[in-house]
């Protein structure tokens, strides 16, 4: 038994085929692509978050250096020095801020000292939110580009949908 295939047959399986592959790329990798972008997105807002936490650490160390100031002005006022417990807190806090093992005792001569530690720690703090801030552009510009990428494949399914369901609907058109 010879096979005959017709015209409209043709048209038909390759409509069909048409909606198929648009199906598939749609369910496989625009999905995936998708997954993939919104993975950015969630860098990004992690990166956002560590940018805000760094700039309250900042903040926190300028603080401790008005803190300082306020004591040793104050000291040197009523011409005293810091009760040793209060600077035995400040110097346990301001060894864990700037990562030290030791610090120098409070007063208006390691003042110049304790200030540019607290300065270099800020700067340490600053170029990590730099990094991250520029980390973030890179991001953004990924994110842009995979969402073209989507958009193209997307418009390119529904194409093969249109598409395969008119060469589906020639078998109907044939016959009238």
């Known amino acids: 038994m010879a096979w005959s295939i017709t015209r409209t047959q043709v048209l038909v399986s390759i409509g069909l085929l048409f909606n198929v592959v648009a199906a598939l790329m749609t369910n496989f990798y625009i999905d995936r692509v ?27 160390l300028e603080r401790k250096r008005e803190l300082i100031l306020s004591l040793l002005t104050s000291a040197a006022h009523n011409q005293q020095t810091i009760p040793s417990q209060v600077q035995a807190l400040l110097q346990n806090d301001l060894k864990y801020w700037l ?20 300065a270099k720690a800020q700067d340490q703090q600053r170029n990590r939110i730099d990094n991250w801030y520029l980390q973030n552009l890179d991001l953004m510009d990924d994110y842009t580009e995979q969402m073209g990428w ?19 609907l020639a078998r109907d058109l044939s016959r009238h």
């Open 34 to 60: 998708s997954q993939d972008a919104h993975k950015l997105v969630q860098q990004q807002t992690a990166n956002d978050n560590l940018i805000r936490q760094t700039w309250l650490q900042i903040d926190a």
């Open 99 to 118: 990562d030290m093992a030791s610090l120098s005792p409070l007063d208006l001569e390691n003042l110049p000292l304790l200030d540019d530690q607290i």
């Open 150 to 168: 989507i958009s193209s494949l997307r418009n390119l399914a529904l194409f093969l949908q249109i598409i395969g369901l008119a060469l589906i």
